[in-house]
């Protein structure tokens, strides 16, 4: 759900409501079960789909400095994996250390702690719910023709006009207007509780970031951090220092509202001293270190796996817990700056 373009937070707040209460079927701790469907979102939150991934892969191609020194279609697809190999393997150790290992283990007796047998069956689908259900489909294989579109084989055999318009629908912010103007046309939603449930608290923090990073950012910020950091900080160094700032900024703020934007013209300074493999390592440690911590209780996904705990002393134990765990990962974003370093 990450990769195809809804991105962590959305992918979290979906699967979060139906995850926690399995937990507690499946007598898993919530802690347990936030560490290990955030991790999966955020391992593939910089698919080029996404916020992250469209945020950097625009930032590269439009810096004169890192489009130079790198190929943007290349680098893309690099930071996906990288991001999702690093912190894939990082939440499976992590469950399997925390408990995980002990559950699997309790249930190879018995595969099943819980009843099976639903004890109310679900209702039917409405008519709305199905003609929703139905467009749905047509508006995700129509996005799929549209990323087709892309394709190297199809520029000389499809005509321009026509490639030109099917572009159009591969790209995920136009194919949302477009999907919630249709159900809105069709009466299949209400405006007023779609515009009270868009996450505005959320939009304002990044549009805020952004455009203060971006003042900071005319008036020198990332001249002047550069200059300290390639004067104090060696450089093979650089992506562990890098990877686990990031991760201790991200623990505490958004990582693409700020974590992103606050590294990257960092990087884009520092770069212009150092090989272009180097450069490549300390976009791919930022962006494994700000997403690595996404699970504490202080950022947005450790919060909605938490509002989905009723019971207080759980909730506050797995804050504890969260909160512990968030930290221990910034010494582990370091360490996967290493392995960055030596495989690039």
């Keep these: 759900m990450t990769a195809a373009g809804l991105g962590n937070?959305?992918?979290?707040?979906?699967?979060?409501?139906?995850?926690?209460?399995?937990?507690?079927?499946?007598?898993?701790?919530?802690?347990?079960?936030?560490?290990?469907?955030v991790g999966a979102a955020n391992a593939a939150s910089f698919s080029p789909l996404t916020l992250p991934g469209i945020y950097t892969n625009d930032f590269v191609q439009r810096s004169p400095t890192l489009s130079a020194a790198l190929d943007p279609a290349t680098l893309r697809w690099w930071i996906f994996w990288s991001v999702f190999v690093c912190i894939s393997a990082t939440a499976v150790v992590s469950f399997l250390f925390m408990g995980g290992k002990k559950w699997l283990h309790s249930m190879h007796p018995n595969p099943s702690h819980f009843d099976t047998h639903a004890k109310h069956k679900p209702?039917?689908?409405?008519?709305?719910?199905?003609?929703?259900?139905?467009?749905?489909?047509?508006?995700?294989?129509?996005?799929?023709?549209?990323?087709?579109?892309?394709?190297?084989?199809?520029?000389?055999?499809?005509?321009?006009?026509?490639?030109?318009?099917?572009k159009r629908f591969g790209d995920v912010g136009f194919m949302g207007w477009l999907g919630s103007g249709v159900l809105l046309m069709l009466g299949l939603g209400?405006?007023?509780?779609?515009?009270?449930?868009?996450?505005?608290?959320?939009?304002?923090?990044?549009?805020?970031?952004?455009?203060?990073?971006?003042?900071?950012?005319?008036?020198?910020?990332?001249?002047?951090?550069?200059?300290?950091?390639?004067?104090?900080?060696?450089?093979?160094?650089?992506?562990?220092?890098?990877?686990?700032?990031?991760?201790?900024?991200?623990?505490?703020?958004?990582?693409?509202?700020?974590?992103?934007?606050?590294?990257?013209?960092?990087?884009?300074?520092?770069?212009?001293?150092?090989?272009?493999?180097?450069?490549?390592?300390?976009?791919?440690?930022?962006?494994v270190g700000s997403h690595l911590v996404d699970a504490s209780p202080l950022s947005t996904l450790g919060a909605l796996c938490l509002a989905q705990i009723k019971q207080a002393e759980e909730q506050s134990r797995a804050y504890r817990a969260?909160?512990?765990?968030?930290?221990?990962?910034?010494?582990?974003?370091?360490?996967?700056?290493?392995v960055l370093e030596i495989l690039f």
């Design 9 to 37: 937070i959305a992918a979290i707040a979906l699967i979060a409501p139906l995850a926690i209460p399995l937990a507690r079927e499946l007598q898993i701790s919530a802690f347990l079960m936030t560490a290990l469907i």
């Design 123 to 166: 209702e039917p689908l409405t008519k709305q719910q199905k003609t929703i259900a139905q467009l749905t489909i047509v508006f995700a294989g129509v996005f799929v023709l549209g990323c087709l579109s892309n394709l190297p084989a199809l520029k000389d055999s499809v005509p321009p006009e026509l490639l030109r318009i099917f």
């Design 190 to 287: 209400s405006l007023e509780r779609s515009l009270k449930s868009i996450p505005w608290a959320t939009l304002l923090l990044v549009c805020g970031m952004s455009t203060y990073i971006e003042l900071l950012s005319r008036l020198g910020l990332p001249e002047t951090v550069s200059a300290l950091v390639q004067k104090n900080i060696a450089e093979p160094l650089l992506p562990a220092a890098f990877a686990s700032a990031a991760a201790l900024l991200s623990a505490f703020s958004s990582s693409v509202g700020v974590a992103l934007p606050v590294f990257m013209p960092i990087v884009e300074a520092v770069a212009k001293t150092l090989e272009a493999s180097l450069t490549q390592t300390l976009i791919i440690s930022v962006a």
């Design 322 to 338: 969260l909160l512990i765990y968030s930290f221990c990962m910034i010494p582990v974003a370091a360490a996967w700056a290493f």
